[in-house]
């Protein structure tokens, strides 16, 4: 998802009528505050928690990973402000009537900024890699070059026994139907973080087009940094995907974890599953698996809700497998 902050050309003869009241001067201000502090908080609140994650004092540990989830926490109320603020600045340059086409000069200068992806689960999930995914299960869908995707996903259980956690991910797209990301997983309140970095990447390999196929493999490299039981992991996967006329979308694979990735001093392998099914423009139902008994063994039937083009917020409700 992107935003397009698209400033006025005086020379496109299809200027927009000047507008100084007091209302539009407070949406500009308010657009321009939230959309920006978006992307800084975000950067700031994995920076903290990143550090914190590396200290080894405990006091200190502890200031920077309460500074850096308080910055991650300020992301979302900053963007719905922002989004918001756009909104109604769009409404008001086009109140009615057909939409107007920028002109070249005018997408020339058209400002991109990446938004975020809010994910808020009622339970950890902790296969979350640094890729597109339904839940857990990575899609087929892959970013074009120099696109870029931030999610947080704040899975928390508000009830005994409660926890907290942050997983900041972005990923980028490098071109050759290849994306590249990042997380910080195991940030988890209350206990000692066992913090890791997670570098992936994910190649589509055959895009079928309008057939609805698609092909891709992927792999996720986890590099534990605080409080580690192992030195390095790995989670490789390959999967078919097949869109509908309708707009329901299948995805069914294979993966392979390596050794205490998601057990003890041991390996495995299984089937990663998934469908997608848009109710209606704002609401898709989606459900994802991946097979066994281990740490990453769930069923995750959920929503996908979009109160606004550039948010999506999803609720997962994972449930542990035990095949």
């Not at 100084?20 to 407070?26: D, F, H, I, Q, Y």
């Not at 992991?233 to 097949?242: L, P, Q, T």
């Not at 008994?293 to 999803?314: E, I």
Request: hydrophobic fraction near 40%; charged fraction near 15%.
């Amino acid at each position: 998802m992107k935003l397009h902050l698209v400033e006025p050309n005086e020379s496109d003869g299809d200027d927009l009528p000047v507008r100084g009241s007091r209302s539009t001067r407070l949406l500009q201000v308010t657009a321009v505050v939230g959309l920006a502090g978006v992307p800084i908080a975000g950067l700031v609140g994995c920076a903290l928690l990143l550090i914190g994650a590396l200290t080894e004092e405990p006091a200190v540990h502890a200031t920077l990973v309460s500074l850096g989830s308080d910055a991650l926490y300020a992301v979302i109320p900053m963007l719905l402000l922002g989004a918001f603020s756009m909104d109604r600045l769009e409404q008001d340059r086009n109140p009615r009537g057909p939409a107007r086409v920028d002109s070249p000069s005018r997408k020339a200068r058209s400002l991109v900024m990446p938004t975020l992806l809010l994910a808020a689960a009622a339970a950890y999930a902790p296969t979350a890699s640094a890729q597109q995914t339904v839940f857990n299960v990575p899609t087929t869908d892959v970013l074009d070059r120099g696109k870029v995707y931030v999610e947080l996903d704040v899975p928390f259980k508000p009830v005994d026994p409660k926890f907290s956690s942050f997983v900041p991910r972005v990923v980028v797209g490098i071109g050759g139907n290849v994306e590249v990301g990042l997380n910080v997983v195991g940030n988890i309140q209350p206990g000692p973080d066992s913090t890791a970095l997670a570098p992936s990447f994910k190649w589509k390999v055959y895009n079928g087009g309008d057939n609805g196929w698609a092909f891709a493999v992927g792999d996720t490299v986890t590099i534990p940094v605080r409080n580690k039981s192992y030195d390095i992991g790995n989670y490789a996967y390959a999967e078919f995907s097949k869109t509908f006329k309708s707009g329901t979308r299948v995805t069914a694979g294979g993966f392979h974890f390596s050794d205490n990735v998601v057990a003890v001093d041991a390996q495995r392998s299984g089937g990663q599953f998934a469908i997608e099914h848009p109710v209606t423009p704002r609401v898709t139902i989606a459900a994802d698996w991946l097979t066994g008994k281990h740490a990453g063994g769930y069923f995750s039937p959920g929503v996908y809700f979009k109160p606004h083009p550039k948010v999506t917020v999803t609720r997962p409700t994972p449930s542990a497998t035990a095949t």
